[in-house]
């Protein structure tokens, strides 16, 4: 499937790539530099601070434009702002410089999605153990409060960032499409967008520490985030493209699967998997704008000197905080919603039964997304907001455990007089519920007003949600990349290293945060870089454990190279004997998905149904290839 | 369809789960209650320990049902021999029923429970130690010791209005003696926390936010930051001192002895503080 423009390129390189968008980036940047300090010698309240924000922003703004325009993804849009006819994208269909450019294969980007995150993941993670340095002995810290809190504020931000689309950008990407029947999302340029978008704010964000770091955590709390140096503006930068990236991604996956399901894929066979992608986008396209502009008034009261969070002027550090919950409580289920509908996707495949209780799970993923725009002021229990509204944030707060609880009768049910295989998907999918259980119950503790007096902002916070997240969330995706890697990749994983990377995950994982708990119900608060004398032995359990849940990680990395470096195993078309439509098709999965359109006759989850037909009519459809695109 | 190599008995995981939950809450309640944290140094201290204790007594034996279910389904439902496909059951709407009606019950009891320990003024723990804005739940005695707690970077600092307005880098409160804290900050964000006597307040620039407590014997406590507040906000903790009713008169008259030099530079006691605004600090 050569063009006629790859064909005067013999190497098949394409005309724009990740490096001519770097060079983008560069002139950008430095066309951004100049332009913030023609702004900035004009305002006053820049030599008041001493210091001119505003060629950092204009240099991060700039420097995104150019590299949007390096990497070609502006010619379509400018194109067809003064009429002219577009030229089409070129696109490299095969080799690694299909990595490396724009592509808007929904599969490639799926692909590119993985390694990207899969990066952060590796640098965030590096941020965590070396948290874990410090808190090897109670004082002096190893590292300066300044670095320390770099590096608790790197690894949060990085980590939320990164796990927002952990699964939404590599599963939601590379499945959706396959698991509906379709032959693209709805808009592949906008995918190609979001995608390319990521590492730029990884990036963006690293840059903070050439401006000595930022100090707020992940949370970036005026009027802290007013008073910080430049690193703070990394932040709030990177954080508004991942807010930008969520948006579109948003109505990207919405329109997809609203409008783009094959013929005979109706709601109630619509598989679970996509019905939590669906959920996800709901809290992603209501949350991210009220971010985005909790964000520009920090911008502005950070360059311009406005008042927003200004209590002497007028302002409330409280609007901050509404404003950041409202979405950072969303968030959090942008990060949960996304596990349940893997672990639900994965166990029917292998206790090879129907999920049990469709409805009831469904409902159980529209409830928490519904409920999740309640709940954001449980946050800030102790903050002096009028405190009569308590009550009303507690009941809320725990009537979202019903729902929650909806996926967990769903898991369970599935297992009853099932014929379970202990695969590693199914693995990581039961270790999914047995640590999202304990996430999930700790957090009754801190909806509970009382309770939650002690252990608000305590380490006890920070293991509820590593449970939730790193237990819960992490633990899919891992559980989806085993179960998918072979249809996203064709080669088979090394199973006795995916064991072993199970078991020490596993059992590292509980002996880091479990103890966790005891430390924050014991008095140590979080983000702290030294500590009371009598929790040494504590942290140094968990500092050692959470070495031991890196070395996990290592031999996750060791087992990938090695099975798609080295061995190259093919993998057969449907190695699970799943009914998923995605197992139907072909490995590797051919560039137009379906040659036609298929025509879905079946649930996806009708395992041991006598004479259930088989799930899609791949064949017989009248939809021929070429119009389908 | 009964498959005799892979069937248990429902009753069967009733009685393990009824036995171990009777066992974890018995040790919940007589073992680990009595260490429960934050302790009982004060009446919302003591509320928050029977709160933790309630909590963990409803939550051990969900959390125990559900393990001795994933114990026994894993163990028992497995592929064995040929492979083939389990029983299609789709699902069991009676029992969807009352897992829903179950969870809701539990749920609203917490819920109610919660708001009762909040509201509870019969107990004298109303507000449960926590942040409440301008105004208490309820209101304190009116001998109750008035704290104001000014936080900044990095350090509380403490104002006594009923003794001259005298400020005082330790903190020192009275046994027996309702104590209110009115915490604010005249930089960025903190929340004073004093761990052993149960109190969590955010102290917010142009905020006067309330919470009570009373201590109930003399003894010592720790006080740490507990919002993220700058690079030094590790090192922001110290140790308030809860006194006799002689011991805190001759304590704040030897405070007030030694502030005397400095008090009339002071700015003048209000509820809340605008300084100038600071330059960048990083």
Partial sequence: ?629 | MAQGDSSINPQRIIIVWLVLSVIADLAIIFLLGPHMPPGSASAQADEQRKTNIVLAVVLAPIAIAVWTYFAMALTSFRQRGEFRDGPPIQGDSRLQGYWIVGTLLIVLCLAAYGTYALYATTSSAAGSGGGQGPTLISAAPANALQVQVISQQWAFTFRYPQYGDVETTQLAVQSNRTVVFHVTSIDVIHSFWAYDLGIKVDGVPGVDNVADTTPNHPGTFTIRCAELCGVWHGEMHSTGLVLTKGGFASWIAQQRRQAQPVLKHLPPFRSVYYPDPTERAG
Wanted: proline share 7%; with cysteine.
């Fill in chain 1, 1 to 629: 499937m050569t063009t006629a423009a790859m064909s005067t390129r013999p190497s098949g390189v394409p005309r724009t790539n990740l490096f001519t968008g770097l060079v983008g980036l560069i002139i950008g940047y430095a066309i951004g530099i100049w332009v913030g300090r023609r702004i900035g010698t004009h305002v006053d309240f820049v030599s008041a601070i001493d210091e001119n924000d505003y060629s950092v922003f204009c240099a991060y703004g700039f420097g995104t434009i150019g590299y949007l325009a390096g990497l070609g993804l502006l010619s379509y849009p400018l194109n067809r702002l003064v009429g002219r006819r577009p030229v089409e994208a070129v696109k490299s269909e095969s080799g690694a410089w299909r990595y490396l450019s724009v592509s808007t294969d929904h599969k490639v980007i799926g692909l590119q999605y993985l390694w990207g995150i899969g990066l952060f993941f590796l640098i965030g993670g590096i941020g965590a153990m070396l948290i874990r340095v410090n808190l090897l002995r109670p004082s002096p810290p190893i590292f300066s409060p300044g670095q320390y809190l770099t590096l608790v504020g790197l690894h949060g931000s990085m980590m939320v960032m990164m796990v927002s689309s952990i699964i939404l950008g590599p599963f939601g990407h590379y499945l959706v499409p396959l698991m509906i029947g379709a032959r693209r999302m709805a808009f592949p340029r906008i995918e190609a967008l979001t995608f390319w978008l990521t590492p730029l704010f990884g990036a963006i964000l690293l840059t903070a520490i050439s401006y000595g770091g930022f100090p707020t955590g992940w949370t970036g709390y005026p009027p802290l985030a007013i008073q910080a140096n430049a690193g703070m503006d990394a932040y709030i930068f990177a954080f508004f493209l991942v807010a930008v990236a969520m948006v579109l991604n948003a109505i990207n996956l919405m329109a997809t699967i609203i409008t783009m399901r094959a013929p005979g894929l109706t709601w109630n066979r619509l598989p679970i998997f996509v019905w939590s992608m669906l959920a996800t986008t709901v809290l992603m396209l209501l949350g991210a704008p009220c971010l985005v502009a909790a964000l520009l008034m920090e911008t502005l009261d950070r360059t311009s000197g406005t008042t927003f969070f200004n209590a002497a002027h007028g302002g409330s550090p409280f609007l901050f905080q509404n404003l950041f919950w409202f979405f950072g409580h969303p968030e959090v289920y942008i990060l949960a919603l996304p596990g349940f509908g893997i672990v639900l996707e994965i166990l029917p495949v292998f206790a090879r039964k129907p999920l049990w209780g469709y409805r009831v799970a469904v409902s159980g993923l529209l409830g928490v997304a519904l409920l999740s725009f309640m709940v954001w002021q449980h946050h800030l229990f102790v903050s002096g907001i009028n405190a009569n509204l308590r009550p009303f944030y507690m009941l809320t707060t725990e009537l979202i455990s019903v729902p929650t609880g909806f996926v967990f009768l769903a898991g369970m049910g599935t297992l009853w007089r099932a014929r379970i295989s202990y695969s590693v998907p199914m693995l990581f999918s039961l270790a999914f519920f047995f640590n999202f259980l304990i996430g999930g119950l700790s957090g009754v503790y801190l909806s509970d007003v009382p309770s939650d007096v002690t252990l608000h902002g305590s380490y006890f916070v920070m293991a509820h949600f590593h449970y939730t997240i790193m237990g819960g969330l992490v633990f899919a995706f891992f559980a989806g990349l085993y179960y998918w890697l072979p249809k996203m990749t064709g080669l088979q994983l090394n199973e006795t290293l995916a064991k072993w990377h199970f078991w020490t995950m596993f059992i590292s994982f509980n002996s880091t945060f479990l103890p966790l708990f005891a430390l924050g119900a014991l008095g140590m608060p979080r983000r702290v870089n030294t500590y009371a004398p009598h929790f040494q032995f504590l942290n140094d359990w968990v500092s050692v454990s959470a070495f031991v849940l890196g070395l996990s990680m290592l031999i996750f990395i060791a087992n990938l190279l090695w099975s798609l470096a080295v061995t190259r195993r093919p993998a057969e078309a449907n190695p699970w004997r799943s009914r998923g439509l995605e197992w139907q098709v072909p490995t590797p999965v051919p560039v137009t998905n379906f040659e036609t359109i298929p025509v879905i006759q079946a649930g996806p989850y009708d395992y041991g149904v006598p004479n259930a037909l088989p799930v899609a009519d791949l064949s017989g459809a009248a939809i021929p290839a070429a119009t389908g695109d």
